[in-house]
């Protein structure tokens, strides 16, 4: 059997954009060159996390979660998801969660920090990024492997900036809006499309890319075609 170790911000960014290209990556370790983000963004994410620690972010200001704030920077792995029909394949997911929100109950809700524009529309992709660490820390690869108490929810952080100001003594603010949203997690759900989607789509032969994939207009300038076998 074949072990493929999905990372999560491949559903939310390959696996969307080029299903060609994500089966290129898992299948025959043919990657797109990296996107390279600028640091500050990281930056900022880091700073609004850093902030709010250990704080009740209801307590904060309003719209925000009831419920503290925590720090995770945990590397999770999962148990193995297996499709019967495909019984050489199993998928194994593996990354990183940036924090997580300790509910009154106890359960913890996975959550991630974005400095982008605040529009619900481009936030959807992230969904299934989300529910892939509640997914490890829910279950576990091993008793070794980080875990948490795990509630149906999930949710992004999400700073639009919209200024910037200098003050006399060279002190620079950039200042904006910031927005929760909170999704719903559902582990079957989320277990059957990995079951029923990406698994058939790895076991299978590699599909053909559409005219516009981003990746395969690149490839063209330089005199790729793609042929079937």
């Known amino acids: 059997m074949q072990t493929i170790f999905l990372s999560p911000s491949d559903l ?26 600028p640091k500050i963004f990281n930056s900022i994410d880091a700073s609004i996390k850093m902030k709010y620690l250990d704080k009740n972010m209801s307590e904060v200001c ?7 704030l925590q720090s995770a920077d945990q590397w999770v792995k999962s148990k193995p998801i297996v499709n019967p029909k495909y019984p050489d394949y199993e998928i194994i997911i593996r990354g990183k969660i940036d924090g997580t929100i300790k509910n009154p109950d106890g359960t913890y809700s996975v959550i991630d920090f974005k400095t982008t524009e605040i529009n619900e ?5 992230y969904i299934q990024q989300l529910s892939c660490y ?12 980080f875990s948490l108490p795990i509630s ?6 999400v700073f639009e ?62 005199g790729f075609e793609y042929t079937e076998e």
Do not use: T
Request: some cysteine; glycine content about 4%; charged content about 25%.
């Open 134 to 145: 509640s997914y490890c820390l829910q279950n576990p690869n091993s008793s070794r492997d």
């Open 12 to 37: 939310a960014f390959l696996f969307l954009e080029s299903p060609w290209a994500f089966h290129q990556k898992y299948r025959q370790n043919i990657k797109r060159p990296p996107l390279v983000l």
């Open 62 to 68: 309003s719209g925000m979660p009831n419920g503290i």
């Open 152 to 157: 149906d929810k999930v949710g992004l952080f």
């Open 161 to 222: 900036p919209s200024s910037f100001s200098i003050d006399s003594n060279s002190n620079a603010n950039l200042s904006g809006q910031i927005k929760y949203f909170e999704y719903d997690y559902d582990k079957n759900k989320f277990e059957d499309f990995i079951r029923n989607q990406i698994i058939p789509l790895l076991a299978s032969d590699e599909p053909k890319p559409k005219d516009d994939e981003p990746y395969y207009v690149f490839l063209k300038q330089f």
């Open 121 to 125: 529309n481009h936030l959807d992709k």
